[in-house]
């Protein structure tokens, strides 16, 4: 998980994640991994190296976290990401799920959109959006 964590604090800043520094990015992604959170988290790899990943959660049919490093985006790794958390809630059998990102992060809602999720609500900060299940 460590690789991963670095990669979050590193190409995701700005996150409160990040803000609350490694130890804390580390222990998240574990987390997911735990029995009771009924979670799961893929890592995208290019010689060896993590240059992704992806974490959900069936407890709150949530998109928890998404990463590519900036050197790799645009490659199609968010897409196989994305199809990775599909396979998971497919697996549970559950139709829909759903991801919060800020309302400033328009390059991630495009990111979205462009994946087919909907736009379903906003608050002060953020935006949700749903995907049904290919």
């Given at each position: 998980?460590?690789?991963?964590?670095?990669?979050?604090?590193?190409?995701?800043?700005?996150?409160?994640?990040?803000?609350?520094?490694?130890?804390?990015?580390?222990?998240?992604?574990?987390?997911?991994?735990?029995?009771?959170?009924?979670?799961?988290?893929?890592?995208?790899?290019?010689?060896?190296?993590?240059?992704?990943?992806?974490?959900?959660?069936?407890?709150?049919?949530?998109?928890?976290?998404i990463v590519v490093d900036?050197?790799?985006?645009?490659?199609?790794?968010?897409?196989?990401?994305?199809?990775?958390?599909?396979?998971?809630?497919?697996?549970?059998?559950?139709?829909?799920?759903?991801?919060?990102?800020?309302?400033?992060?328009?390059?991630?809602?495009?990111?979205?959109?462009?994946?087919?999720?909907?736009?379903?609500?906003?608050?002060?900060?953020?935006?949700?959006?749903?995907?049904?299940?290919?």
């Amino acid at each position: 998980m460590k690789p991963l964590a670095r990669l979050h604090r590193a190409a995701l800043p700005d996150t409160i994640n990040s803000h609350l520094g490694f130890g804390h990015l580390e222990r998240v992604y574990r987390v997911m991994m735990m029995p009771f959170c009924k979670g799961m988290v893929s890592v995208a790899l290019h010689d060896g190296e993590v240059v992704g990943g992806v974490s959900a959660s069936a407890v709150s049919n949530m998109l928890t976290s998404i990463v590519v490093d900036p050197e790799y985006r645009r490659m199609g790794i968010g897409r196989l990401l994305v199809n990775a958390v599909d396979d998971f809630f497919r697996a549970k059998r559950t139709g829909t799920y759903f991801v919060e990102t800020r309302i400033a992060n328009e390059s991630a809602q495009a990111f979205y959109h462009r994946l087919g999720f909907t736009e379903i609500g906003r608050n002060r900060r953020d935006v949700t959006l749903r995907r049904e299940v290919p």
